[in-house]
């Protein structure tokens, strides 16, 4: 049978479809974004995210643009076929898993769970298990991520930092010996010289990434980008004013945090806080 051909020279990727639609609609209506976020009560850069792919939005948000730009039903479907493709997904983490092992430095803000670079593979099992994988491909996922962490061993591991609200060390796993050895391995990791660990205690109140897990990455090229997570998925942010922005943020973040002494500190006091507790 001959390949259907393409003859709309549009996407038929449907997240890049959708970003399409809502250009397209723009366009014809002749408004900026601003005026567009203006008109529908919403921030004018979800708008300008949304249309670039960046994001698809709330299904409440294509329902309003139906409204808008009176298309009742097509933009809500459309949104529907991006939500459920999750090929851009995959995409933009392999490429941010190139770009991690490429990277000259790396800085790290954790919110609820430790980052992949500092699991044990009990850890690690439990995490992706909460995530819906199972069977063989928990198997393959959990190898993958102990394979990442020889990226800070060796004598030319790059440089990493990594933030870690308290609560990420006051969740324990169900399994008290698993528990135990993560502890220990975190404060293992934070004694290597290319490892700078600090601990957000929690009486440091709400700050700029009380909502984000995020990753930066200094490349040789001296460029900085970011990855975003989230518990269904990430985004990588390359745009300089965005990844600016997360930066200020982590920065005066950082200036809450305990120093990396008394992080370390803090770890063992957790390490041995597990060990005498019996309930874990």
């Known amino acids: 049978m001959p390949q259907r051909r393409v003859v709309t020279g549009r996407s038929q990727e449907p997240r890049q479809r959708f970003a399409e639609e809502l250009r397209r609609l723009r366009s014809q209506r002749g408004i900026t974004l601003r005026q567009l976020g203006e008109r529908m009560g919403w ?50 983490y392999r490429r941010y898993m190139t770009l991690e092992a490429e990277a000259v430095s790396l800085w790290h803000f954790a919110v609820s769970v430790l980052p992949g670079l500092l699991q044990t593979p009990g850890y690690a099992r439990d995490v992706l298990s909460a995530g819906g994988l199972k069977g063989p491909d928990l198997d393959q996922q959990v190898e993958a991520r102990m394979g990442r962490r020889g990226l800070l061993e060796g004598e030319g591991a790059p440089p990493f930092r990594t933030i870690l609200s308290e609560a990420v060390l006051r969740t324990p796993l169900e399994e008290a010996e698993a528990w135990r050895e993560q502890l220990e391995y975190v404060a293992q990791v934070a004694e290597r010289p290319n490892v700078t660990l600090q601990v957000l205690p929690l009486k440091a109140g709400l700050h700029g990434l009380t909502n984000a897990t995020v990753m930066f990455l200094r490349l040789m090229d001296a460029r900085t980008v970011a990855y975003t997570e989230h518990g269904y998925g990430g985004d990588l942010i390359e745009a300089n004013a965005p990844v600016e922005r997360l930066q200020r943020a982590y920065d005066a973040m950082r200036d809450l945090a305990l120093s990396p002494v008394e992080s370390q500190k803090f770890v063992l006091a957790m390490l041995e806080e597990a060990a005498c507790d019996p309930s874990t």
């Open 43 to 92: 921030d004018w850069s979800l708008f300008g995210k949304m249309e670039k792919g960046d994001t698809i939005g709330s299904p409440e948000v294509a329902e309003a643009l139906d409204g808008f730009y009176g298309t009742p039903g097509l933009l809500l479907a459309m949104w529907e076929l991006a939500a459920g493709d999750k090929s851009q997904f995959r995409e933009r």
